[in-house]
């Protein structure tokens, strides 16, 4: 057997992680398999490069020129479609696929005319719109019969809405594949039931971290900031935005309690002018020993994401004993049970507010009952599920 990802990236982010995770375990099974993929750069043995960074810049620009998402890239989907040819695999498996290095009217025609026998992880809900990874925040419906007039067009395309032809290309190309998705979330699974893609069987592996990291650990952080009896609510991101909620923290930083504190993750310069003074910003760190000391040394980890699939910063506050309070957002709220967190009404910020101080009088939830939470998502765990579906 052979076994091909297809992904943006290698190694890198989430996705690229994912990918890395599932190669190693097929390799430990003997099974010959490769990672494609066209951004960032690697160094593994079986990642296969091949695109570089002017092509996607280039492309990139195309598509925001001609309003047509996913389908440029012809030069570098024939560079994609002969490293497939050489490798000859019997499985592909798909990521995420817009990051501007394929076409997928080329991509998928090859796919249909080998009949290759397809798994495709949804990270999000691209594939089954015009343009749109995401449509929670802006409340939009129409991928479930036909988009048209995209609310979020200018994300896109400088000029040209395309997005009523790209849903029907896409909605073309899908359709008669050996196709399985797979999703992280049971909430990302019910939209695909809903999309034009629900005719396919979708399966569902929760995104695992890695629990040798995020776990209990010991640090100087709240001497180090000055901080001894405060609660310490903790937020983290790595695009602080009105999508993660940075308006939801500066309001609370605001209202709460003068022993109560915010610690924010994932800040910059431009994201700090917009917080109070006596909130901890903290830059965007890749040392994670470094933000399994943060998780432990909060009281709190607050996730007032408006749109997210499955975000695995509850799972690593939760491995490091700190309960989650969420917006009730995508499948964020899968997450937590009534052992170790609460969800609260998305954008209901009062809600939220006073969750905050009801976990902080009561302290309902157990660093234990964290940590056994948490062992549910152990990423080899979950990572072996993925390689497990190409046996049965």
């Keep these: 057997m052979k076994v091909v990802q297809i992904n943006v990236t290698c190694g890198v982010g989430s996705t690229g992680k994912i990918c890395l995770a599932v190669s190693r375990l097929l390799n430990g099974k003997g099974v010959e398999n490769y990672i494609l993929f066209s951004e960032e750069d690697s160094d593994y043995e079986y990642g296969i490069k091949y695109a570089d960074k002017l092509s996607i810049k280039l492309q990139a620009l195309k598509s925001r020129v001609l309003g047509n998402y996913g389908f440029n890239s012809k030069a570098l989907t024939k560079k994609l479609i002969a490293k497939l040819e050489e490798i000859q695999p019997d499985i592909v498996h798909l990521h995420n696929l817009h990051g501007h290095g394929c076409n997928l009217e080329m991509l998928f025609g090859y796919f249909k005319e080998k009949n290759i026998k ?4 949804f990270h999000d809900c691209w594939a089954f719109t015009g343009y749109c990874p995401h449509f929670d925040m802006i409340g939009c419906n129409k991928w479930q019969i036909q988009c048209y007039d995209c609310p979020q067009k200018g994300a896109y395309s400088f000029f040209f809405d395309k997005s009523d032809k790209l849903y029907n290309k896409k909605k073309e190309l899908f359709s008669d594949l ?3 998705i797979i999703t ?16 396919y069987e979708v399966r569902v592996i929760n995104n695992g971290i890695d629990l040798d990291v995020f776990k209990p650990s010991e640090s100087d952080f709240r001497e180090a900031h000055g901080l001894k009896d405060e609660f310490l609510i903790l937020g983290v991101a790595f695009n602080w935005d009105e999508r993660k909620g940075i308006d939801v923290f500066s309001d609370l930083a605001g209202t709460l309690p003068k022993d109560c504190r915010i610690v924010l993750v994932g800040t910059n310069e431009n994201t700090r002018k917009l917080l109070p003074s006596d ?5 965007r760190t890749e040392n994670q020993q470094q933000l399994a000391e943060i998780y432990s040394a909060c009281d709190l980890f607050v996730n007032a994401t408006r749109e997210d699939t499955f975000p695995t910063v509850n799972i690593e506050s939760l491995a490091c004993g700190t309960p989650v309070l969420t917006f009730a957002t995508g499948g964020s709220a899968e997450i937590i049970d009534s052992t170790c967190g609460m969800a609260v009404e998305k954008n209901n910020t009062d809600a939220l507010k006073d969750a905050v101080l009801t976990i902080k009088e009561s302290r309902p939830f157990t660093r234990e009952a ?23």
């Design 279 to 283: 909130v901890i910003a903290i830059d």
């Design 118 to 121: 397809l798994y495709w992880t």
């Design 178 to 180: 050996d196709l399985t």
């Design 370 to 392: 964290c940590l056994k939470k948490s062992a549910e998502y152990r990423k080899d765990d979950k990572f072996k599920e993925y390689a497990d579906i190409y046996f049965q």
């Design 184 to 199: 992280p979330s049971q909430w990302l699974k019910g939209l695909v039931e809903k999309s034009f893609l629900k005719d």
